[in-house]
C-alpha cells in the first residue's frame, strides 16, 4: 500500500500538480459522441451517483429513529427502501432546507430514479466486522440492529449505527466504485471504449460516462475548486447557501452544487492549512475530463490513457488518505474520550460514553472502508482491525468477540481502558507510518512513549480481534 501511495506522490511531483492548477468547473462539456442526434449540449452526467450519496445520507438520518423495538419491523423496512431500492419516489430525509439553505430537490427520483446503495457495495468479505459478511451483508447487519436500537445508539456494545453506516458507505460504495471499478478497469483500451456511446442513443461516451461517474461518488460541488476549506466544510454543514448557489438561482441543486461525505472529509482536512486533497482530487477529475473530451468521440491513444491513469492514481492516493485522516483523527478522539471517562468519578457519564461510542464507530466505519479500495492492505489490515477491535471497551471494560448462531454479539473478553487507549495511538502511529497522513488531526502519538511505560506491568495485553 505504502508503495503505491509513494507511486502517487512520484507522479505529483513530475509535475501534474503544476499543470492542473486552477483548474475550471467540472462541466459543462460538449458533446463529442458521433452517434447522438438529441438536443443535448452537455455531455456531463452523474446523478445517480448523487442520488446513491443522498441516500446514504437518508439512511444515517433513519438509524437514529429506532425506539427501542417496539417500531422495528417499519423502520427496517423503511431503511432498507434506501439501501436495496424502492419502486416509490422515496422522500430526501437527510439533505433538506435549513435556515436559508433552499436546495431544489425533494425527493429521490428528482435526482435519479432506480438508484439503491446495495447493488454498488463492495462485493468482498469484511474480516473487521463479526460474521464473516460481505459488505453488503454488512451493512444490511447494521440496518437491522439500528432498527431495533434506542435512537440508534447501543450502549452494551458502544455503537452508534447511522455514524457506522455512512462511514462504511463511504468506502464501500462511493471509494470502492471509483478506484476498484470507474478508474481501474473501466480506463482499458476496449473496456468502454471512447468511441462508442456508453449506451445507445446516450449523449456521452463509454469513457466520458464514466468517469463521470466516478467524480460522482466523490461526492465534491462542480464549482469545488472554486471553494475554500471552509466553504465546502459548511456547505455540508447547510451553513453557507451563498458559497454553494454557483448559479445564484437562489436554491442548491444537489446534482452539482452540494458537497457530500467523501468531498467534505476532504476539506476537513484541508482545513488544517497542511493538505489540499479536495482541490487536488477534484482538479484530477477536471483534467482528466477534459482530457477524454479532447479526444472528441475517437479512441483514446495509448498515450492518452497512460495520462488519464496518472490522474486516476493522483485520485486513488489522495483519497486514501483522506480515508486515513479521518480513520487518524477519530483514534484520537476515542484516546481523549477514554481520558475523560477514565477522570470521571461516577463511572457513568452517559454523554461521555455516547461521545465516546460515536467517535469509535467513526473510527471503525472509516477503518472497514480503507479496507474496501482497489490495494489489499494485507498486514495493515490485520493490525487495524486487531487493535480496534469488533467494538470498544464498554463501561464495565468487556469488549464484542463475535456472534453466536442467532447473530447475537458475544461479549467475552476484557480489555482495561488503559490498554485500548494505549490501541488507539498504536493505530495512529499505523497510519502515519503507512498511509502517510499529514494534517494529523487529534494526534497524540507523543503520548505513546508514557502509556507504553505505564502498561510495562499490564499482563492483559493491548490488541484484540
Request: glycine letters at 10%; aromatic letters at 8%.
Amino acid at each position: 500500500m505504502k508503495r503505491s501511495l509513494k507511486l502517487g506522490s512520484t507522479v505529483l511531483a513530475a509535475g501534474l500538480l503544476s499543470s492542473m492548477a486552477f483548474a475550471d468547473s467540472y462541466g459543462p462539456f460538449p458533446i463529442t459522441e458521433k452517434s447522438y442526434s438529441g438536443d443535448k449540449t452537455d455531455s456531463v452526467s452523474y446523478s445517480g451517483q448523487v442520488a446513491r450519496n443522498v441516500l446514504v445520507e437518508s439512511l444515517k438520518s433513519l438509524a437514529g429513529k429506532g425506539d427501542g423495538g417496539g417500531n422495528a419491523a417499519e423502520l427496517k423496512a423503511q431503511m432498507m427502501a434506501y439501501f436495496a431500492g424502492s419502486e416509490e419516489d422515496l422522500p430526501i430525509i437527510a439533505v433538506t432546507d435549513k435556515d436559508g439553505f433552499d436546495i431544489k430537490q425533494t425527493t429521490i427520483n428528482e435526482i435519479s430514479s432506480g438508484k439503491n446503495v446495495k447493488g454498488k457495495t463492495y462485493k468482498g468479505l469484511v474480516p473487521g466486522w463479526p460474521g464473516n459478511l460481505t459488505g453488503p451483508e454488512v451493512l444490511e447487519d447494521m440496518i437491522t440492529r439500528a432498527s431495533v436500537s434506542n435512537g440508534g445508539f447501543d450502549a452494551d456494545t458502544g455503537m452508534v449505527w447511522g455514524q457506522l453506516i455512512q462511514k462504511f458507505s463511504l468506502g464501500a460504495m462511493g471509494f470502492n466504485q471509483v478506484v476498484d471499478n470507474y478508474l481501474d478497469e473501466n480506463l482499458g483500451a476496449d473496456k468502454k471504449p471512447n468511441n462508442q456511446p456508453y449506451s445507445e442513443g446516450a449523449a456521452y461516451t463509454g469513457k466520458e460516462h464514466s468517469w463521470d461517474e466516478a467524480f460522482g461518488y466523490f461526492g465534491v460541488a462542480a464549482h469545488g475548486t472554486s471553494l475554500t476549506p471552509d466553504q465546502a466544510y459548511n456547505i455540508n454543514k447547510k451553513k453557507d447557501g451563498a458559497a454553494a448557489d454557483a448559479n445564484g438561482d437562489g436554491v442548491i441543486d444537489l446534482k452539482t452544487e452540494m458537497v457530500f461525505g467523501n468531498a467534505y472529509y476532504a476539506a476537513g482536512a484541508d482545513r488544517s492549512g497542511k493538505t489540499d486533497y479536495m482541490v487536488t482530487i477534484t482538479t484530477a477529475f477536471i483534467e482528466g475530463r477534459k482530457l477524454i473530451t479532447s479526444a472528441d468521440g475517437e479512441a483514446l491513444t495509448d498515450a492518452q490513457r497512460q495520462q488519464l491513469q496518472a490522474y486516476a492514481m493522483v485520485i486513488e492516493t489522495e483519497w486514501t488518505k483522506v480515508l486515513a485522516e479521518a480513520a487518524f483523527k477519530y483514534a484520537g478522539s476515542v484516546y481523549k474520550d477514554i481520558t475523560t471517562l477514565r477522570a470521571d468519578d461516577s463511572d457513568d457519564d452517559a454523554e461521555a460514553y455516547a461521545d465516546y461510542a460515536k467517535h469509535w464507530s467513526e473510527l471503525k466505519g472509516f477503518t472497514l472502508a480503507l479496507q474496501t479500495g482497489r490495494e489489499n492492505l494485507g498486514g495493515t489490515a490485520v493490525r487495524l482491525n486487531r487493535l480496534i477491535g469488533f467494538s470498544p471497551v464498554t463501561m464495565d471494560e468487556t469488549v464484542v468477540t463475535g456472534v453466536d448462531a442467532d447473530g447475537k454479539f458475544v461479549k467475552d473478553a476484557k480489555m482495561s481502558w488503559n490498554a485500548y487507549q494505549l490501541n488507539m495511538l498504536k493505530v495512529q502511529d499505523l497510519l502515519i507510518k503507512e498511509f502517510e497522513v499529514e494534517a494529523r488531526a487529534n494526534d497524540a502519538t507523543e503520548d505513546l512513549a508514557n502509556l507504553v511505560k505505564e502498561l510495562d506491568t499490564d499482563s492483559g495485553g493491548a490488541e484484540t480481534d
